[in-house]
């Protein structure tokens, strides 16, 4: 009886979702769905990346946290429209919070559209919100075990950015296990090593990224 309840959960997800997708086509928006645990980078990795393409396409950010505006906060400061949706608890994002937050951004004005999702490794990669592109990032302080213990994360995921490579020294973790299990997981899963902190690896991950998606104003 559960099963069946959660499922009609996530089947009711997927048409808003698919809503969603047809909203954003329309206006002509490439959206990205943001994923990791807490404290990985998201934030930090919009705000490089924001600061890194801004002049060439138009961008807009929703963020997702269980409460309060400080991510939000952080994206106004580079001048880009952002909404900032308090989950009150529930540990994702789902495809109607999205419905609602979109209403106030001024989609044809935006090419890009990021989505933070919450902090969280599991459910965000089960509900999706209208994405065209599902990115995660795993910071090399959380371990190289992450791939099999939370394997839909990145099979669901394209891109995984494993943030913090600056630390590698410092920290008893192996990279070339974290990309080979996460390739086997999923062989076409594209792999960058960044430092939010120190700028290493911004400039692969964002010519990478406007190369690869594409939007159409109509
Ligand atoms: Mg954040
Ligand atoms: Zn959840």
């Given at each position: 009886?559960?099963?069946?309840?959660?499922?009609?959960?996530?089947?009711?997800?997927?048409r808003?979702?698919?809503?969603?997708?047809?909203?954003?086509?329309?206006?002509?928006?490439?959206?990205?769905?943001?994923?990791?645990?807490?404290?990985?980078?998201?934030?930090?990795?919009?705000?490089?990346?924001?600061?890194?393409?801004?002049?060439?396409?138009?961008?807009?950010?929703?963020?997702?946290?269980?409460?309060?505006?400080?991510?939000?906060?952080?994206?106004?400061?580079?001048?880009?429209?952002?909404?900032?949706?308090?989950?009150?608890?529930?540990?994702?994002?789902?495809?109607?919070?999205?419905?609602?937050?979109a209403?106030?951004?001024?989609?044809?004005?935006?090419?890009?559209?990021?989505?933070e999702?919450?902090?969280?490794?599991?459910?965000?990669?089960?509900?999706?919100?209208?994405?065209?592109?599902?990115?995660?990032?795993?910071s090399?302080?959380?371990?190289?075990?992450?791939?099999?213990?939370?394997?839909?994360?990145?099979?669901?995921?394209?891109?995984?950015?494993?943030?913090?490579?600056?630390?590698k020294?410092?920290?008893?973790?192996?990279?070339?296990?974290?990309?080979?299990?996460?390739?086997?997981?999923?062989p076409?899963?594209?792999?960058?090593?960044?430092?939010?902190?120190?700028?290493?690896?911004?400039?692969?991950?964002?010519?990478w990224?406007?190369?690869?998606?594409?939007?159409?104003?109509?």
């Amino acid at each position: 009886m559960k099963i069946k309840v959660t499922t009609k959960i996530l089947d009711a997800n997927d048409r808003i979702a698919e809503e969603n997708k047809k909203i954003f086509k329309n206006a002509g928006i490439f959206v990205i769905n943001l994923m990791s645990s807490p404290g990985a980078g998201k934030t930090s990795l919009l705000e490089r990346t924001i600061q890194t393409i801004k002049d060439k396409v138009k961008v807009g950010v929703i963020e997702g946290d269980i409460t309060g505006t400080t991510d939000a906060e952080r994206i106004e400061r580079l001048g880009v429209p952002v909404v900032q949706i308090n989950t009150e608890g529930a540990c994702h994002l789902d495809a109607n919070m999205i419905a609602e937050a979109a209403k106030d951004l001024p989609l044809n004005d935006l090419d890009i559209l990021f989505i933070e999702n919450v902090g969280n490794l599991v459910c965000p990669a089960e509900f999706k919100v209208g994405e065209d592109l599902k990115v995660m990032i795993l910071s090399l302080t959380e371990g190289d075990d992450k791939p099999m213990k939370y394997p839909l994360m990145f099979q669901e995921s394209s891109v995984l950015i494993l943030n913090k490579i600056d630390l590698k020294d410092y920290l008893d973790v192996d990279i070339e296990k974290i990309k080979k299990d996460s390739l086997n997981l999923n062989p076409k899963l594209k792999i960058f090593e960044v430092s939010c902190k120190t700028g290493q690896g911004i400039n692969e991950w964002t010519e990478w990224l406007l190369t690869n998606i594409s939007w159409k104003k109509p």
